[in-house]
């Protein structure tokens, strides 16, 4: 790692969000963060509407002015940038790379842009398959590399609004596929019929029963006949609470929403019960604790569970990898 610089920016560039990180190379330590709300689509619709440069000079310029919020001494000559900045509607588009990919990096699709005299721009794009694209999570992927029995065979999960479940063997990420869980999850809750039979609350041990139940309902199927019975519970509930005083609807109303996280997230994991490989599983907060609940109730084998400390650096593990690349 001699040769890398002393430190690197980088650049998570999403849908929604812009996050610049100072990072110290050797041990990923932040030194400086700055985040902001202007993603990909927000500053693309700007320019659009008034920009009369072109849309890589556009987001060029929006991405060095946000540099001199971290960087303004510039200790750093590359900045590392993926998920949705190599997009149609990011900074500059470049083409999937196609699965099978080295484990390590080595044949993900990048290029070297220069910024501004002396600061590099490695752009990373995703990956694809005949049926499935992915940007950024495969470089969380190949930053959690180390961590996995990358050599035997095996499923990494990285849950999300689109969950990817992608397999390895002999050190190569050779397919993946794409679960719409959580932005179904949130069409469902927020826009459906059951929309009014639901109320959002934070996770708390006593809805681990309902969430549970859809759980095990979910991956037994009949997924549609299932979530109907969310809105005939609410319906007798409320019924039986105009008769008894003791029944609490907003306790139903939550209990509700847990059930249908979990008919969700137990459809999204069904076919795992059928796989014999190693099974890992990334993701933090009340959605990994979710998972990890769902995993540990429905799979009869040891599950090996991502720690917090390294997914937080699994990105920037990632990125360190592309960048040895180029220096």
Same mark, same amino acid.
């Given at each position: 790692m001699?040769?890398?610089?002393?430190?690197?920016?980088?650049?998570?560039?999403?849908?929604s969000n812009?996050?610049?990180?100072?990072?110290?190379?050797d041990?990923l330590?932040?030194?400086?963060?700055h #985040?902001t709300?202007?993603?990909?689509?927000?500053?693309?619709q700007?320019?659009?509407?008034?920009?009369?440069?072109s849309? &890589?000079?556009f987001?060029?310029?929006?991405?060095?002015k946000?540099?001199?919020?971290?960087?303004?001494e510039?200790q750093?000559?590359?900045?590392?940038?993926?998920g949705?900045?190599?997009?149609?509607?990011?900074?500059q588009?470049l083409?999937?790379?196609?699965m099978p990919?080295?484990a390590?990096? =080595?044949?993900l699709?990048s290029k070297?842009?220069t910024?501004? #005299?002396d600061?590099?721009?490695?752009?990373?794009?995703?990956v694809?398959?005949?049926t499935?694209?992915?940007?950024?999570?495969?470089?969380q992927?190949?930053?959690l590399?180390?961590?996995?029995?990358i050599?035997?065979?095996?499923?990494?999960?990285?849950?999300g609004t689109?969950?990817k479940?992608?397999?390895y063997?002999?050190?190569?990420f050779?397919?993946?596929?794409?679960?719409m869980?959580?932005?179904?999850?949130d069409?469902?809750?927020s826009?459906?019929?059951?929309?009014?039979?639901?109320q959002?609350?934070?996770?708390?041990?006593k809805?681990k029963p309902a969430?549970?139940?859809?759980?095990? #309902?979910?991956?037994?199927?009949n997924? &549609?006949?299932?979530?109907?019975?969310?809105?005939a519970?609410d319906?007798?509930?409320?019924?039986y609470f105009?008769r008894?005083e003791?029944?609490?609807? =907003?306790?139903? #109303?939550?209990?509700n929403?847990?059930?249908?996280?979990?008919?969700?997230?137990g459809?999204?994991?069904?076919?795992?019960k059928?796989?014999?490989?190693?099974i890992?599983?990334a993701?933090n907060g009340v959605?990994?604790?979710?998972?990890?609940i769902?995993?540990?109730e429905?799979?009869?084998?040891?599950?090996q569970?991502?720690?917090?400390?390294?997914l937080e650096?699994?990105?920037?593990?990632?990125?360190?990898k592309?960048?040895?690349?180029?220096?």
């Amino acid at each position: 790692m001699s040769s890398l610089p002393k430190q690197f920016v980088s650049c998570d560039w999403g849908t929604s969000n812009f996050r610049l990180r100072l990072i110290d190379t050797d041990s990923l330590d932040v030194v400086k963060e700055h #985040k902001t709300n202007k993603g990909v689509k927000a500053l693309y619709q700007e320019f659009s509407a008034n920009s009369t440069t072109s849309q &890589s000079q556009f987001f060029s310029e929006y991405l060095t002015k946000q540099l001199k919020e971290i960087d303004e001494e510039r200790q750093s000559n590359y900045i590392v940038a993926s998920g949705m900045a190599s997009s149609s509607i990011g900074l500059q588009e470049l083409s999937y790379a196609q699965m099978p990919i080295d484990a390590y990096g =080595q044949n993900l699709f990048s290029k070297s842009i220069t910024l501004e #005299k002396d600061l590099s721009l490695v752009l990373v794009s995703g990956v694809k398959t005949k049926t499935d694209v992915m940007r950024g999570e495969e470089i969380q992927a190949v930053g959690l590399t180390d961590y996995l029995p990358i050599e035997s065979k095996g499923v990494l999960l990285l849950p999300g609004t689109h969950s990817k479940h992608i397999t390895y063997a002999k050190g190569i990420f050779n397919d993946f596929k794409t679960f719409m869980t959580g932005e179904i999850f949130d069409l469902i809750s927020s826009q459906s019929i059951l929309s009014v039979s639901i109320q959002r609350a934070s996770f708390d041990q006593k809805y681990k029963p309902a969430f549970v139940a859809g759980v095990k #309902k979910g991956m037994e199927g009949n997924l &549609s006949s299932s979530l109907f019975s969310i809105r005939a519970k609410d319906l007798m509930q409320n019924d039986y609470f105009e008769r008894n005083e003791s029944v609490n609807p =907003q306790k139903v #109303k939550i209990e509700n929403y847990y059930f249908l996280s979990g008919l969700m997230i137990g459809e999204e994991l069904t076919y795992l019960k059928e796989v014999e490989e190693h099974i890992s599983m990334a993701a933090n907060g009340v959605l990994g604790k979710l998972y990890r609940i769902a995993l540990e109730e429905v799979m009869q084998k040891e599950i090996q569970f991502i720690k917090d400390e390294v997914l937080e650096k699994a990105l920037l593990i990632g990125q360190r990898k592309v960048l040895n690349n180029y220096v």
